[in-house]
């Protein structure tokens, strides 16, 4: 059973950053017409660069995950898999949201998703009236696709092997003990005072580029929850 929640868990930490790197493809092939210039090594190096705010990410995206594999382990029943296959399956349509609403986004205003472009949701003919039909379009077909893809992907080669029905409550102990501090550090970015911020994943005088290393999800967190602190 240790061997079977354990690799449940790495394989979920994989696939997540599988799709934040799909999600980067797409907006960069979307926006192609930004990289003219640009070398490609430099553009390459956006997926690097994203390493660390890809890693506090997906941190804080399997603290429910890990939570319900502790329990799995502890008392095993086939619906806390079932419950985190549902929970990576809205992840996955979220993720897709928020890239597709970014493409539009660039393409018009030219900044990624924040608590500032949601704010402009309150007024929907402002949004209508600046909006290409087109793009707008575009990205309705692209959430299908991410969706789509992103569901069928781990479907078929990351999908969770299910416990046996013996549970191993030394395991879950463990389990809980050991990696409870590791997602705490790994969330943080690291043994700092200061929590990770944008800045780790800024690399380029291109600011195309430094948007696309930036995780979507996280800065759109970090935007509301930061706006709504100054409130």
């Known amino acids: ?74 008392h095993p029943r086939p619906f806390f898999n079932r419950i985190t296959r549902y929970y990576l399956y809205l992840l996955i349509f979220i993720y897709a949201v928020i890239i597709s609403s970014e493409m539009a986004l660039y393409h018009e205003w030219g900044t ?57 409550k030394l395991f879950a102990l463990l389990l809980f003990l050991i990696f409870t501090p590791l997602l705490f550090i790994g969330l943080r970015g690291g043994m700092k005072k200061i929590p990770i911020n944008q800045s780790a994943s800024y690399y380029s005088t291109h600011d195309i580029l430094n948007l696309t290393a930036v995780n979507s999800g996280w800065n759109l967190v970090h935007s509301i929850v930061h706006n709504i602190q100054s409130l």
């Open 1 to 74: 059973m240790p061997k079977i929640i354990l690799f449940n868990f790495f394989r979920l930490f994989i696939f997540l950053f599988l799709l934040f790197d799909f999600g980067r493809i797409i907006f960069l092939l979307f926006h192609y017409d930004h990289l003219s210039g640009i070398p490609f090594g430099e553009i390459i190096a956006c997926f690097w660069n994203s390493l660390s705010l890809d890693l506090s990410t997906a941190c804080y995206l399997l603290t429910i995950p890990f939570l319900l594999m502790v329990i799995n382990s502890f």
């Open 112 to 168: 990624k998703l924040n608590y500032k472009s949601l704010t402009y949701l309150q007024h929907p003919s402002e949004v209508l009236r600046t909006a290409s039909w087109s793009v707008g379009l575009l990205s309705l077909l692209f959430i299908a696709i991410q969706t789509f893809a992103g569901v069928y992907c781990f479907r078929k080669y990351f999908n969770l092997k299910d416990v046996p029905v013996k549970g191993n």
